[in-house]
């Protein structure tokens, strides 16, 4: 038995940059993914990237495979953090002797991905946004954040950055919403629609 996360064929087909500079360039690049992914039916309107946070140097670019993929826990950073790991052949981004490690991600983390962000290694978080909007604007379940979730990540070593081009990412979600895509939260027939 073997579990299977993949890149969608036009990720996978794409020459990605090796490097990219400055935090606005990096979520740019994280938001054209997600818009991307539920353009091509290839998921949900998210997508993070990992990054050698010093370098610019991009170790692993993923986006939400739940449904293509058949796997509930495939949301864009478990997914990216895991090809991360797997690339650099290390379950710890933080490890002795390794660069820090960013992930780059376009709005804030759900339950689920605030654990899967803390057990990377990854030393810092850079969101787009972090208020209520994905809930409001697409009916996604984020699920029971702590109400200082990012004082826990602090906590632990993460430094978080939010509000990284805003306008950008909400405009990717209304246009997620308006496109009458699914929503695949947990036990469907209580999941909401949008709009
Ligand atoms: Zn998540």
Redesign the pocket.
Same mark, same amino acid.
């Given at each position: 038995m073997v579990v299977e996360i993949s890149l969608p064929d036009w990720l996978s087909a794409e020459t990605l940059p090796t490097h990219i500079e400055s935090i606005e360039d990096r979520m740019r690049f994280v938001i054209a993914l997600s818009r991307r992914n539920f353009e091509n039916a290839t998921g949900g309107p998210?997508a993070a990237a990992v990054f050698e946070e010093a370098t610019g140097k991009l170790v692993a670019a993923g986006v939400?495979r739940v449904m293509p993929c058949h796997c509930s826990?495939a949301?864009?950073?478990?997914t990216t953090l895991s090809f991360a790991q797997k690339r650099l052949g290390t379950h710890d981004l933080g490890g002795t002797g390794m660069p820090a490690h960013q992930i780059v991600v376009n709005w804030r983390?759900?339950? *689920?991905? *605030?654990g899967?962000v803390i057990w990377s290694g990854a030393t810092s978080l850079v969101i787009a946004g972090s208020d209520d909007s994905v809930e409001r604007i697409t009916g996604f379940d984020?699920?029971p954040m702590p109400h200082d979730w990012q004082g826990e990540l602090e906590k632990r070593g993460i430094r978080v950055t939010d509000n990284v081009l805003y306008d950008e990412a909400v405009a990717v979600f209304h246009a997620f919403a308006a496109s009458g895509a699914v929503v695949y939260n947990g036990r469907g027939g209580g999941a909401k629609t949008s709009g």
């Open positions: 998210f939400n826990s949301h864009a950073e478990v983390p759900c339950t *689920m991905c *605030m899967a984020e699920g």
